[in-house]
């Protein structure tokens, strides 16, 4: 227990949250400690009843049984791999960058979900996370099942078809995916490789809640050089550590 204990403290702290989250909240509704109709997104219950929880409850949630415990398992193990990558890799030093990316892509995802009558958000958002990782390790290969290897661009679009072949869905991979290219498109390839004007910037009450550090832990994800140098060119032409690409595959 103590090298799990080890292990679980071991993981940077947004990601030990949402990864935590996202087992208790399924374990309470298994357990029937909270009845799952609480726990989904319903547009009804939400609007007209005022129930405010259930974004928040519909992204940690999902419902584990026979035949969902491997889809659930496998996106679990997504959530800890690329969100641990990005938050110390490419945001490292920058959690409440890393923050606001989150919060971004979840905003999105529940406005899709309620216009669209999405239940359940845990997919989506792990996906669009997955998808920025990808972008900005795109031209790194990566190893899947059997061996596979491919760049990572294409990942993303590999896992969706996974997920469809075990899961039986590709609609909560794909609005991931999109809400991830949106996010990616604002932050990193509008303003700094059409030279477009900066449409998203992290609030500073995040600054304040979750201040930069430096000394993190060395990570797994290196942007593309044209956004290294526009970032660098921003802070006057400093420059920050990035973090080393990691490969699948390598522990």
Not at 46 to 58: E, G, K, M, S, V
Not at 145 to 151: A, D, I
Not at 195 to 224: A, C, I
Not at 236 to 250: E, I, P
Request: charge should be positive; include cysteine; charged fraction near 15%.
């Amino acid at each position: 227990m103590s090298d799990l204990g080890d292990w679980f403290r071991s993981i940077p702290l947004i990601t030990r949250c949402w990864f935590a989250g996202s087992i208790a909240v399924p374990l309470i509704g298994k357990l029937g400690l909270v009845s799952p109709v609480y726990l989904f997104l319903w547009p009804d219950a939400f609007i007209n009843r005022f129930q405010i929880w259930r974004p928040i409850t519909a992204t940690f949630f999902f419902p584990v049984g026979p035949g969902t415990g491997f889809l659930y398992l496998v996106n679990l193990y997504f959530l800890y791999q690329y969100s641990s990558r990005l938050e110390t890799g490419a945001f490292d030093g920058r959690p409440a960058d890393y923050m606001f990316m989150l919060l971004f892509n979840w905003i999105c995802i529940v406005i899709t979900g309620l216009a669209m009558d999405m239940q359940l958000l845990m997919i989506p958002l792990i996906m669009s996370v997955l998808y920025v990782w990808a972008q900005l390790n795109r031209d790194m290969i990566v190893s899947f099942w059997f061996g596979t290897r491919f760049k990572a661009c294409y990942l993303p679009w590999v896992i969706l078809g996974f997920n469809y072949i075990i899961g039986g869905s590709v609609i909560n991979e794909l609005i991931g995916n999109l809400v991830g290219h949106l996010y990616f498109f604002l932050m990193f390839k509008y303003p700094m490789d059409l030279g477009g004007r900066n449409f998203l910037s992290t609030p500073q009450f995040l600054y304040r809640w979750l201040p930069n550090r430096r000394g993190g832990v060395s990570g797994f994800g290196v942007p593309p050089a044209s956004m290294r140098r526009a970032a660098e060119e921003q802070r006057g032409g400093g420059r920050h550590n990035w973090g080393q690409g990691f490969r699948l595959g390598d522990q």
